[in-house]
């Protein structure tokens, strides 16, 4: 039995913040946005049991207990319960519990403390496993597990009454002392800008910049490695304003030195890419992209953490030996070029202990990704790129950070070229995205192996690829920016050297917040890192124009599916003030329907939570309740939604 702490269920708080700060050029140019110091809570819902069920912690002793039901229609062969942060189940703290029985044990048997955070690990009789993660226990709870093979619950019981229900990841697998390496699942906080000719009023060059962050929960359980990475944004963040002042300085020179020679707008970013995302490894890589009249500059780097320790790896501190590197490196150069590109006295040791602008590298799931700076090495001024699978060297990457998840997800830079290992077989994928000038159509071409596709695409302004490897399949998986911001999936598996196109789904990984700086905007971005469980967003309109998310999992036809029948409403600012009496009915925190109305007087604020967007809106209320709203051709019993609520505001 292994353990997946990514498969939590979710649950969007209600209340919301999120803070955008501007942060003013010190060269008289429009102001630049400083990308969110952190995402409003609701766009990366906490744990529930973390949030409403964490009591005082009592002391262990004969009293504390809990008691675990069965009601799955098999016998329970083993059921652990473990420290959240413990990477083993130890052992078990119940054996053969029969279908419909329940038992109580003491916390004591499982060296426990109420109040802490537990992993709770089932297996049946037929060697299906049934997890849930992160779950604060107390006295007296009651754990009943129910469902089946195919879609399996806990029901979490506190003494005083409340419940919690919580989804089980359903499995099948061989038991094993060691749990399943669970995903982290960091954002990228993306700010946007430009700078404006004084003496024309136009824009001259564009600005982007990112930062990878972690979202609450992955704060919580690597807090080092927040820390360095808030150290590495403020760093990064500073290096690059002073990159593009010089670069946007440049483009206004060029553009008054040249008049007579049209200048596009010159533009500039600094992105972060995503190699590894789990809890033994985040591996990303950094471009630096400058591009002027259509000639584009690339400039790569690259970061690897140990999450636990926080600490920035060199390439020594992830192998376990690197007295054959250098040879492995010549010859996986001599098949990617068809010759040794380089001096043959190349020496590159001593790059493998330190930072270095000369060898890029990233820890990927099935191997290391290395890149050569040829200028730096006195070569043909490009980056040199080889893939050394893991499979044909297995003795080279250190234990502690061998990867444990078969299925993974990698953010992908449009125009170059990224290994793949689909079921053993290495080829690579490579995305162009070429967006079309004046009324031109945008042309999308995808490489993979020998095989090719491209195609015209009218209204397309804008694609960031990401590349998901779930059951043995290769899946690219294209965010696209068409007309009135709208976003969609552009969804293509593949195989055996072929493209092939599965279809288009309504959802982003990303939402933007407009910031004060005119232009200017600031976005998040929530790439998927884990393909059985990632978020996407969308636009609803039920009540007024809202940004709203669900967890999704990759399907067997490739395409994302969901067993949420909810979005839940991410903007921090939804609040609607009542118009007229109101009798609305009551439904539970995550949904569920409850006895009983409420009479709400005009005046009332209600705060928009959670919508199915087509029929139904769920609202909090001033004194914790929560109420549900029906609306039906733009009316609520039978009156217009001006007419009953204020503060519903619709865009475009």
């Not at 496993?129 to 992160?134: Q, S, V």
């Not at 604060?136 to 506190?158: M, P, Q």
């Not at 809890?279 to 500059?297: D, H, R, T």
């Amino acid at each position: 039995m292994v353990k997946n702490g990514a498969f939590n269920r979710i649950i969007a708080a209600l209340l919301l913040l999120a803070l955008l700060l501007p942060l003013l050029l010190s060269c008289g140019r429009e102001p630049m946005v400083e990308p969110f110091t952190r995402p409003p809570d609701s766009a990366f819902p906490q744990d529930t049991s973390a949030v409403q069920s964490a009591g005082p912690k009592s002391t262990v002793g004969p009293a504390a207990s809990l008691t675990v039901k069965n009601e799955l229609q098999a016998l329970i062969a083993q059921l652990y319960i473990s420290p959240a942060e413990a990477s083993n189940w130890g052992n078990a703290a119940v054996t053969e519990l029969g279908a419909g029985e329940e038992r109580r044990i003491d916390f004591a048997a499982f060296s426990a403390v109420p109040g802490e955070k537990y992993d709770i690990g089932t297996i049946d009789e037929n060697g299906v496993n049934y997890d849930c993660f992160d779950v604060v226990l107390l006295d007296g709870d009651t754990i009943s597990l129910s469902g089946n093979a195919e879609k399996a619950e806990f029901r979490l019981e506190r003494a005083g009454g409340a419940v919690e229900t919580l989804d089980a990841k359903v499995y099948n697998d061989e038991p094993s002392e060691v749990k399943r390496v669970s995903f982290i699942t960091p954002y990228v906080s993306r700010s946007s800008d430009y700078s404006v000719d004084g003496e024309t009023g136009e824009v001259y060059a564009d600005y982007s910049f990112t930062e990878l962050k972690l979202n609450s929960k992955d704060a919580g359980r690597f807090p080092l490695l927040e820390k360095t990475l808030e150290a590495e944004n403020k760093r990064r963040s500073e290096t690059s304003r002073e990159a593009y002042a010089e670069f946007a300085e440049n483009a206004l020179k060029l553009r008054r030195d040249e008049p007579s020679q049209p200048l596009r707008t010159a533009a500039f970013s600094d992105e972060v890419f995503i190699k590894r995302t789990d809890e033994k490894l985040l591996s990303i890589l950094l471009v630096q992209s400058k591009s002027v009249n259509g000639v584009e500059e690339l400039t790569y780097s690259s970061a690897n953490f140990d999450p636990e320790t926080g600490a920035l790896l060199m390439l020594s501190d992830a192998l376990k030996e690197t007295q054959n590197l250098q040879a492995i490196i010549y010859d996986e150069l001599v098949k990617a070029y068809g010759g040794f590109p380089f001096d043959d006295e190349l020496e590159l040791a001593g790059e493998f202990s330190r930072p270095s602008e000369k060898l890029i590298w990233s820890v990927e799931p099935k191997g290391l990704g290395i890149m050569l700076n040829g200028a730096a090495f006195e070569a043909e001024n490009k980056y040199y790129e080889i893939f050394i699978p893991f499979e044909d060297h297995p003795e080279l990457l250190a234990e502690k950070y061998r990867p444990a998840n078969e299925n993974y997800a990698l953010t992908i830079p449009c125009g170059r070229a990224v290994h793949t290992m689909a079921e053993g077989k290495r080829a690579s994928v490579e995305v162009d995205f070429a967006e079309g000038e004046a009324d031109e159509p945008a042309v999308l071409r995808i490489v993979y192996g020998g095989a090719e596709y491209s195609e015209e695409l009218s209204g397309v302004y804008d694609a960031e690829a990401s590349l998901a490897h779930i059951g043995g399949r290769e899946l690219l998986y294209l965010d696209m920016l068409s007309d009135n911001d709208n976003r969609f999936l552009l969804v293509f598996s593949l195989e055996d050297g072929g493209i092939i196109p599965l279809g288009t789904f309504p959802g982003s990984w990303s939402y933007a917040y407009s910031a004060n700086a005119a232009g200017s905007f600031s976005k998040l971005i929530m790439p998927m890192a884990d393909p059985a469980s990632f978020s996407l967003y969308t636009t609803t309109e039920l009540l007024g124009t809202v940004d709203a998310s669900k967890t999704y999992s990759i399907g067997e036809n490739g395409m994302p599916e969901t067993e949420d029948t909810y979005f839940n409403v991410i903007r921090p600012d939804v609040e609607f003030t009542l118009k007229t009496p109101l009798e609305l009915p009551l439904v539970s925190e995550t949904g569920e329907a409850e006895e009983g109305t409420a009479m709400l007087e005009a005046g009332s604020t209600l705060v928009y939570f959670r919508t199915d967007g087509e029929k139904t809106a769920d609202l909090a209320l001033e004194d914790g309740r929560f109420v549900r709203i029906t609306v039906e051709n733009h009316l609520i019993n039978g009156a217009s939604v001006d007419e009953v609520l204020d503060g519903v505001v619709y865009s475009g």
